[in-house]
């Protein structure tokens, strides 16, 4: 009888062990696909910080342009390239910094293509009407990508925090990663004024 029990529990063992490997590879699995979109989210946002010092010049380019309004794009474009987040620290306090420092240099973009508005022609310039198409088709980039991050980052907190396999997770290190959050007054509808 008791080679029988023996073998029971080292059966039980041999199973609870896969399951364990098996769940173990799961969170390594999704976790490579959250570092993955990761780098297609910093990707997209770099594209964006690629393009600002070139819509910039083109805009210097008018004599009577708002210094104060290209000094502002410049310092957002600055500190937002400053801000870094390493795929393994998506801790939701890093992302909040992160998407921060991107609303600044969204917010002074959109400040800066409302004040062109009043420069018919800087409108009327070519190159200044591509960056603009091409700033335009980044920010959908962007949409994109963070859509994505945001799925997989659902999908590896969903294995982390279910149970059994929760309990893996705890042991082996698997914490939850940071989403992004729409900002705060993004419900209301922006006021546009051109006045």
């Given at each position: ?24 590879n ?26 600002i ?35 393994s620290?998506?801790?939701p306090?890093?992302m909040?910094k ?80 940071g989403?992004?959050e ?6 209301n509808a ?6």
């Amino acid at each position: 009888m008791r080679p029988i029990v023996l073998l029971g529990v080292l059966v039980a063992l041999l199973i609870g062990l896969f399951w364990g490997c098996g769940t173990y590879n799961t969170f390594v699995d999704k976790e490579v696909n959250v570092e993955e979109t990761w780098g297609n989210v910093q990707n997209a946002y770099q594209r964006r910080a690629d393009l600002i010092p070139n819509l910039v010049k083109t805009v210097k380019g008018q004599a009577d342009f708002e210094s104060g309004t290209l000094e502002k794009v410049v310092q957002a474009r600055a500190n937002a390239t400053s801000i870094n987040v390493d795929a393994s620290e998506l801790t939701p306090e890093n992302m909040a910094k992160f998407q921060q420092a991107q609303s600044q240099l969204s917010g002074s973009l959109s400040r800066l293509m409302m004040t062109v508005e009043r420069y018919p022609e800087l409108k009327a310039n070519q190159g200044f009407m591509q960056l603009q198409a091409q700033l335009e088709g980044t920010e959908n980039r962007i949409k994109v990508a963070r859509d994505r991050f945001n799925k997989e980052v659902s999908a590896y907190n969903k294995s982390v925090r279910k149970m059994p396999s929760a309990f893996v997770a705890s042991i082996t290190g698997f914490d939850e990663k940071g989403m992004f959050e729409a900002q705060q007054g993004a419900e209301n509808a922006p006021d546009v004024n051109f006045e």
